[in-house]
């Protein structure tokens, strides 16, 4: 594979953490007020969206082509993000007609993605450029695994969330990406080691996904998780990912109370589209 140029954002949440009234998230604008209580996270204004800094990092990287997949309902994204004016990046969308899961807002993004590899990142999280652009060069599928460590010194995410985290399990040997555990338990985490590696949804993916989400059965949640997508590649389909390692932070808009954190955290930082 080459480097790719193609990423897709999964913008189409609800936003229901967002969505609730949080007394210790203080001195919000109105309109950033306005935003959470919107669910849009992407929106939220930080000087400017919160999904143009997102946005800013993809085209550092390298990446030109992006797909927002969107609800129906999210006209404000549409609105916006269809009339900007971009130099670096071009923007399009695909819907995702029902809040089935991640592995169906990714399917929603079969026609965009042409058979082409692609990265796929969420719309809330704020992802490191070098990150992005080592998952870009792979010649493989591939995650980017976050150390926990410098995820607890360098994000806004509380240590105590960050400990429930979905954990990678590498064969360090060869980098290959093996599996990921959801709320792992302490005998998987010690069975791990350190460091530990952690997933936050910054994907690479060749087309063989849009078979495996068309594959996978409902989660115990009832929904159809990327995480099981990326299973089934590796383990019907016979993909080898790999796990980019990585010492950096990821910055998290889920919450009210995380906005002015990330605020403080995106201060200053340059947007060129």
Known sequence: MDSITKAVILAAGLGTRMRKADDSATGLSKEQDAAASSGVKALIPIDRPFLDYVLHALAEAGFTQVCLVIGPDHHQLRDYYGTLATKRIRVSFAVQPKPLGTASAVAAAEEFAAGE???????????????????????TPGLVAFERDAMISGSNIAADRISKFAAVEIDHASSRFIRIHEKPEQAVLDRLGTPLYLSMNCWRFSAKVFDACRAIKPSPRGEYEVTDAAQYCVDVLGEVFTAVKFEGAVLDMSSRNDIGAVAAKLKGTRVEL
Do not use: E, T
């Not at 590899?117 to 719309?123: A, C, E, G, L, R």
């Not at 999280?125 to 060069?137: E, S, T, V």
């Open 117 to 139: 590899s692609f990265v796929m990142v969420n719309s809330d999280n704020y992802y490191p450029i070098d990150g992005l652009a080592k998952l870009r060069q792979l010649s």
